[in-house]
């Protein structure tokens, strides 16, 4: 029994490393472009809800400064018409105040709607540009029962939450500072409004609550853009993968480096097959003296470079110079160029642009040998 408890104890201790234990443990490589592009179709992208937030926010604020005075026009029209009418009202007028009731509200309401519609949309576009999908609408069976233990720590005790705790103490102190030098600049003003007219009243709370919201909304923009960049290095570390994960996407969009190699093999053979073919083809032939050879074809009509149909080492390259003889295919010694080449390229691919130079060597001296001119580059 005492054993039991003790392997419960054990247990428990485990499984409570594990909750705490952090998911990207060994994601130490940084995001590949497949990676980061299939969580942008998926909609996992870096925002920061409090850019859109700020942006509607101030987009609305300059708004009803602007729209402020037809806005004011519109509600003393809505109350002088219902007020007018108010000793009135019968079952014959219903639907004329009901009509009366709807154009009123969409004209008060969809100008400050449109404004902040556009800024919602300028919000999400500055932050990752134009995307839709609805990927994140699907249901994901995943977050009903999402892990308790990873919910606790990101929750409370990830720097994600220590980070959300004081970036809302960090609001809450700006604006009541925000508020409390407004309020006190104006104090005076405030107390003698029982002796003002109310039209004066209500101008002053209007302007004094349009400068609040305009400074708390620049100030809330200032302060997204650092949450910005904090959400843009968690989604940047979200995405780190695993060695292990990077070699299996590399095989997926590149193809496994196996089956490649075993197709360039099988490509080699088949050239080799035909390499008296090729030889004889080739315009020059470039050795080592005795140890390597490779011949080279230059179409300047179809080629933008020469082209390696045949190479070898040792008894091939005795085989290719025998051939190139045989059919007259100029034969430049350039060790240096050889066992470059046979090093570097494969059979049937053009060489790199760093041996343009030696080439064009080559290609003169075989235009001294054949009389043939080989317009090259």
Do not use: C
Request: glycine share 6%; charged share 25%; net charge positive.
């Amino acid at each position: 029994m005492i054993l039991d408890e003790r392997t419960f104890v054990r247990q428990l201790a485990g499984m409570h490393i594990q909750w705490f234990a952090a998911e990207d443990e060994g994601r130490t490589e940084d995001p590949t472009e497949q990676k980061i592009r299939k969580s942008r179709e998926e909609g996992k992208v870096a925002k920061s809800p409090d850019v859109s937030s700020a942006i509607v926010l101030l987009f609305g604020v300059i708004g009803l400064g602007i729209l402020g005075p037809y806005l004011l026009r519109t509600m003393l029209d809505m109350m002088r018409f219902f007020l007018g009418r108010s000793a009135d009202v019968d079952t014959t007028t219903t639907g004329i105040l009901v009509s009366a009731f709807f154009g009123y509200f969409t004209r008060l309401v969809l100008p400050i709607a449109a404004v902040t519609f556009v800024a919602a949309i300028l919000g999400n576009v500055v932050q990752f540009g134009f995307l839709f999908t609805t990927k994140p609408l699907q249901p994901d069976f995943n977050k009903i029962a999402p892990r308790f233990g990873k919910w606790v720590q990101r929750s409370f005790l990830s720097t994600e939450a220590l980070y959300n705790l004081s970036r809302s103490i960090v609001k809450v102190v700006i604006i009541g500072s925000l508020s409390y030098i407004l309020v006190r600049s104006r104090f005076a003003k405030i107390s003698a409004l029982s002796r003002v007219p109310y039209t004066q009243s209500f101008f002053l709370i209007a302007q004094s609550v349009f400068i609040l919201l305009l400074e708390a909304a620049i100030v809330l923009l200032v302060l997204s853009l650092f949450d910005y960049m904090f959400q843009r290095r968690q989604h940047r570390d979200q995405l780190k993968m695993t060695k292990q994960e990077v070699k299996e996407e590399r095989k997926q969009y590149e193809g496994d480096p196996l089956i490649k190699n075993r197709l360039r093999q099988r490509m080699q053979e088949i050239m080799s097959r035909n390499m008296v073919q090729n030889v004889q083809n080739a315009d020059v032939v470039i050795t080592n003296p005795t140890h390597f050879a490779v011949a080279l074809e230059y179409d300047s009509s179809t080629m933008t470079a020469p082209r390696v149909t045949a190479k070898g080492q040792d008894v091939i390259a005795l085989k290719i110079k025998g051939i190139a003889n045989e059919n007259s295919v100029p034969i430049i010694e350039n060790k240096p160029l050889a066992r470059a080449l046979y090093a570097e390229v494969e059979i049937g691919e053009m060489i790199p642009e760093k041996f343009y130079e030696a080439m064009v060597i080559v290609l003169r001296e075989v235009y001294r040998m054949t009389g043939k001119k080989v317009v090259y580059g």
